[in-house]
C-alpha cells in the first residue's frame, strides 16, 4: 500500500515552460486535493475534487489547470509557468470528512 | 471565512520535558474538525491527532494531547516527555463538516526545536 505518491520529486522550469504534476493514490480515497506551501505561511488550497470527474477551485487556483480523469489520479498543471510558482507543492487524498493524507511533496523552481 | 492562527513560530524545549503549542482559530460553524499536523525534514505530513468539535473529551494519543477549548476557540498541543524525534513543523488545521468538500485551512506553523 503506497498510499499517496507524487511525480516527480523535484522540478526546475523556465518561465513560460509548461509541466504536470501527477498524484496517484491507492486507498479508493473520493476526494482529492492540490495545496502549495511557501515559506512563512500554510498550506493553500490551489484545487479538489470530490469524485471521478469533478474538479473545484480553492483559495489559489489562479496559473492552475487540474484534472481527475481517473478516481485514483488527480493531475495539476502550469500552462506558463511564472517565478510567483516557485513552491512545495502536496497533494492528498480522504475518505470524505476523515483526515486527510498526504504525499511527499513536489519542490518546484521556477527559473 | 475560516481563519488558523498560530503564534508561535518557533518553540524549544528539552528532552524529556513537556512542551505546547498554541493554536486559534475562527469559524461561524459549529461542526468541525480539528486536526494537528507534523512536517518533519523529509517535508511528509503526518497526522498527530484530531479534535471533532462535537467531543468534548479532549484526544490523546500517546504522549500528544490537545487542550480543546470550544468557548475560546483554542486548540493547543501539549507534546510530553519530549524525544529528538519530535523536532519539526507543527501546523494546526481546520475542516468544516459542512458541505460536499472537506477542505483544511492550515495555520503558518510553529517550529519545534528539541535539545539535549
Known amino acids: 500500500n503506497a498510499g499517496v505518491t507524487q511525480t516527480p520529486k523535484f522540478r526546475v522550469l523556465k518561465t513560460g515552460q509548461s509541466m504536470t504534476l501527477l498524484c496517484a493514490q491507492d486507498?479508493?480515497?473520493?476526494?482529492m486535493y492540490w495545496y502549495r506551501q511557501d515559506p512563512g505561511m500554510g498550506l493553500r488550497l490551489i484545487h479538489y475534487?470530490?469524485?471521478?470527474?469533478?474538479?473545484a477551485k480553492g483559495e489559489v487556483p489562479d496559473g492552475y489547470n487540474v484534472s481527475r480523469l481517473k478516481k485514483q489520479n488527480f493531475l495539476l498543471g502550469l500552462e506558463s509557468a511564472a517565478p510567483s510558482q516557485t513552491s512545495v507543492y502536496f497533494c492528498?487524498?480522504?475518505?470524505?470528512?476523515?483526515?486527510?493524507?498526504f504525499g511527499p511533496g513536489t519542490r518546484l523552481t521556477v527559473l | 471565512a475560516q481563519t488558523v492562527t498560530q503564534s508561535q513560530p518557533e518553540m524549544s524545549v528539552q528532552e524529556a520535558e513537556t512542551v505546547t503549542l498554541s493554536c486559534t482559530y475562527d469559524?461561524?460553524?459549529?461542526?468541525?474538525?480539528l486536526f494537528w499536523y507534523k512536517q518533519p525534514p523529509s517535508r511528509q505530513m503526518i497526522l498527530v491527532i484530531r479534535?471533532?468539535?462535537?467531543?468534548?473529551q479532549n484526544a490523546t494519543e500517546n504522549r500528544f494531547s490537545v487542550n480543546f477549548q470550544k468557548a475560546a476557540k483554542s486548540f493547543s498541543l501539549k507534546i510530553s516527555d519530549s524525544q529528538l524525534g519530535d523536532a519539526a513543523m507543527y501546523f494546526c488545521?481546520?475542516?468544516?463538516?459542512?458541505?460536499?468538500?472537506?477542505?483544511?485551512?492550515f495555520g503558518t506553523g510553529t517550529r519545534l526545536q528539541v535539545t539535549l
Open positions: 475534487s470530490v469524485g471521478e470527474g469533478t474538479t
Open positions: 488545521a481546520l475542516k468544516l463538516n459542512t458541505g460536499t468538500a472537506s477542505k483544511l485551512t
Open positions: 486507498m479508493n480515497h473520493e476526494y
Open positions: 479534535q471533532e468539535a462535537y467531543k468534548q
Open positions: 469559524t461561524s460553524e459549529s461542526d468541525y474538525y
Open positions: 492528498a487524498s480522504s475518505r470524505t470528512y476523515n483526515e486527510q493524507f
